[in-house]
Antibody
């Protein structure tokens, strides 16, 4: 069964840092582009970042560029998001999502991990 | 930057048909391909339509997607509405100028 499990969320003060992880199983992780998508409380989905299978290409949304860093370890079947200089508006549930092969679709998604930025 | 616009909410009765629109701000929405996701409260999104009109396995054939190039918009149509279809629906595509993933603002579907 294809599964994505996020971890690392929690409460952090403004200006602080946090590292999220996404553990993948049930598929050949190194073959897929992976994404982080977030959802602020009561709000819609916002794409954060994507990374291709061997980290050749990395993209970020404007709101996190220069503060967040996406990375992956194919040997550990894991995706990461290093979040620095956190702000209140970064408070959200963070999902990792796999991009389907030969498709534009994100499928499946993990269950999400909550990040709260507050003093 | 490329943007997708959806209505905030729609409502319809069980057994009826409803359509949710998603309008692209520029370019050709069809060539960038549109996906649709369903998100029930407290759950992660799941794909219901990919590549404009492809229905993944396991998604009921009551769900369909279409493109109207004249208005640069996509639509998700759900027929034979069930109370379990009540959820938020998001369209998604790509900004080809910067390879960014783009989501619409989401539409809350109420089945009453």
């Amino acid at each position: 069964e294809v599964q994505l499990v996020e971890s690392g969320g929690g409460l952090v003060k403004p200006g602080g840092s946090l590292r999220l992880s996404c553990a993948a199983s049930g598929f050949t992780f190194s073959s897929y582009t992976m994404n982080w998508v977030r959802q602020a409380p009561g709000q819609g989905l916002e794409w954060v970042s994507s990374i291709t299978s061997f980290s050749n290409y990395i993209y970020y949304g404007d709101s996190v560029k220069g503060r967040f860093t996406i990375s992956r370890d194919n040997a550990k079947n894991s995706l990461y998001l290093q979040m620095d200089s956190l702000r209140g508006e970064d408070t959200a549930v963070y999902y990792c999502a796999r991009k389907r092969l030969n498709s534009r679709a994100l499928d499946p998604w993990g269950q999400g991990t909550l990040v709260t930025v507050s003093s | 930057n490329f943007m997708l616009t959806q209505p905030q909410s729609v409502s319809e009765s069980p057994g009826k048909t409803v359509s949710i629109s998603c309008t692209g701000s520029s370019g050709s929405i069809a060539s960038n391909y549109v996906q649709w996701y369903q998100q029930r409260p407290g759950s992660a999104p799941i794909i219901v339509i990919s590549e404009n009109n492809q229905r993944p396995s396991g998604v009921p054939d009551r769900f369909s997607g279409s493109i109207d190039s004249s208005s640069n918009s996509a639509s998700l149509t759900i027929s034979g509405l069930k109370t379990e279809d009540e959820a938020d629906y998001y369209c998604q595509s790509y900004d080809s100028s910067n390879h960014n993933v783009v989501f619409g603002g989401g539409t809350k579907l109420t089945v009453l």
